[in-house]
């Protein structure tokens, strides 16, 4: 009973956190679009690709490691924090060190002058990994939840800041180094753990069998994950990348929002349910249906009312990014069944099944990729759709092997959500197709989100889906401890 409302309260403030810190990344990304260029976007994504893929090495699979064992000595915090900071500084000067390279390659000079700077999230980043981890395994994400909300709004107001003053690209690399290095302070300030005792990197061979084989997996989900992106860079134009960015970043805001938040508080709270797999199976099967639940109709939802939001908040320049964020706002659909079983199989297996399963779906994602990539964008976003969908289908039936999950299971825990959401989403363009040319854009979109909270949440009540029932459930335990507590 206690690490159910510890799951609760962890939920909550995680959930809060990323809603707040989404809502706030989406107000300040409107105004600097306002303010910047499509090519401006696409030069820092281009750096931003590998970065993320310097920051999966530098973890090595050692978070996901520590939160997962029962136990953990100080040495062994002290040995993961000696390593991440060590590869941090080592991957720090790689990249120092091809700057020039890349600058040559993509034919853009101003990556010469940025990336120095940039390349600073991967050892920035290093630094706090063990705090965070540490707050997690507690389940005090109350605290997460405060640090980051404060580093994202300092990060934020740099960014609008600069933007407004002129400084044009330089605003989005203050925003992406500012917020990390805030949030990395804090967490050192806020924090009575520091490195002890003679700093060693042997006390990481009783993880190293399990982190290695994490972080091949999860490598290649970064390099797969980005891979298009510097493709479309070098293939297409600046200006192309920064569309397709802005239509996957915008995606993913809710996408992360949602999974974040589950995936965040449950990877340990289903890590400590590894021997009851009746309890565990029970477990991963609500936070699906809740993640449905709050994904489905914002997926949807967005597909509806895009054109009518970015007519009314951005220059007509953006307008070439609608279908691509239409298109992979389909991919999002599928993240609730892809990371839950993702997580079970980080719990359950020992990593080796974990890096077959992603050889399979590397060779499924690079048939596409090599299909998409020569035709259009458009066909790249496509693809990346098709490789969201594979990869959901293949984790479920890894995770099958150990919690007895059926096809059936998964499609009946999804029907509910997609029917009621394709209903919200024909209410709203309905309300489009009425109000064109009556109303104003800006009354249009009002009224056709208001429709669409309506028409789903109508549909929730009248239905009551597991994911509902289960929703009700988390925000009325969550009223509750907060109501014991004052």
Not at 342 to 350: A, E, G, H, R, V
Not at 450 to 478: C, D, H, K, N, T
Request: net charge positive.
């Amino acid at each position: 009973m206690e690490l159910k409302k510890s799951v609760v309260r962890g939920m909550a403030w995680t959930f809060a956190e990323k809603i707040l810190t989404s809502l706030f990344q989406m107000v300040v990304g409107l105004v600097l679009m306002n303010f910047l260029y499509e090519e401006d976007y696409g030069v820092i994504r281009l750096l931003v690709v590998f970065t993320t893929v310097c920051s999966v090495f530098v973890d090595s699979g050692f978070s996901a490691a520590l939160i997962r064992r029962k136990e953990v000595s100080d040495r062994e915090y002290s040995a993961v924090f000696l390593f991440n900071v060590s590869i941090a500084a080592l991957f720090y000067v790689i990249l120092l060190s091809i700057t020039p390279a890349l600058a040559r390659y993509y034919d853009a000079p101003v990556i010469g002058r940025i990336a120095p700077v940039l390349f600073l999230l991967v050892p920035v980043g290093s630094l706090s990994n063990i705090q965070n981890t540490i707050l997690t395994r507690r389940f005090d994400f109350k605290t997460i939840t405060k640090y980051t909300l404060w580093a994202t709004f300092v990060g934020s107001c740099s960014a609008v800041v600069m933007a407004v003053s002129g400084c044009g690209v330089w605003s989005l690399l203050g925003q992406r180094l500012v917020t990390p290095a805030v949030r990395s302070l804090l967490l050192w300030v806020g924090s009575d753990w520091r490195p002890s005792g003679r700093l060693s990197f042997r006390p990481l061979r009783s993880m190293f069998g399990y982190s290695s084989r994490l972080l091949l997996s999860d490598i290649t989900n970064a390099v797969y994950g980005n891979i298009s992106e510097l493709f479309i860079g070098k293939m297409y134009t600046k200006e192309q990348l920064g569309l397709y960015d802005r239509g996957k970043q915008y995606k993913d805001m809710p996408v992360s929002a949602v999974i974040s938040s589950v995936q965040n508080v449950t990877f340990p709270a289903l890590s400590k349910l590894q021997d009851d797999p009746v309890k565990m199976s029970t477990s991963a099967h609500q936070v699906t249906v809740v993640m449905n639940f709050l994904i489905f109709p914002v997926m949807i939802g967005l597909i509806g009312v895009v054109d009518d939001f970015i007519a009314v908040f951005l220059p007509q320049r953006w307008m070439p990014v609608v279908p691509y964020f239409r298109i992979l706002c389909i991919s999002g659909l599928f993240a609730p069944l892809s990371v839950v079983s993702y997580n079970i199989l980080k719990i359950k297996s020992d990593g080796k099944m974990i890096f077959r399963l992603e050889i399979i779906k590397k060779l499924i994602a690079t048939a596409v990729l090599v299909a998409m990539i020569p035709i259009s964008v458009k066909a790249i976003a496509w693809g990346q759709t098709i490789i969201y969908f594979s990869d959901a289908v293949i984790n479920m039936l890894g995770a099958g092997r150990f919690l007895r999950w059926t096809v059936w299971g998964r499609v009946k825990a999804t029907i509910p959500y997609l029917c009621s959401s394709l209903v919200m989403l024909a209410a709203v363009r309905g309300v489009h197709c009425v109000l064109a040319g009556i109303m104003p854009l800006w009354g249009i979109l009002v009224t056709e989100i208001a429709v669409g909270v309506v028409v789903y949440m109508g549909l929730a009540l009248l239905f009551r889906p597991s994911g509902w029932r289960e929703v009700r459930i988390i925000i009325a335990q969550a009223l509750q401890s907060r109501g014991n507590r004052a």
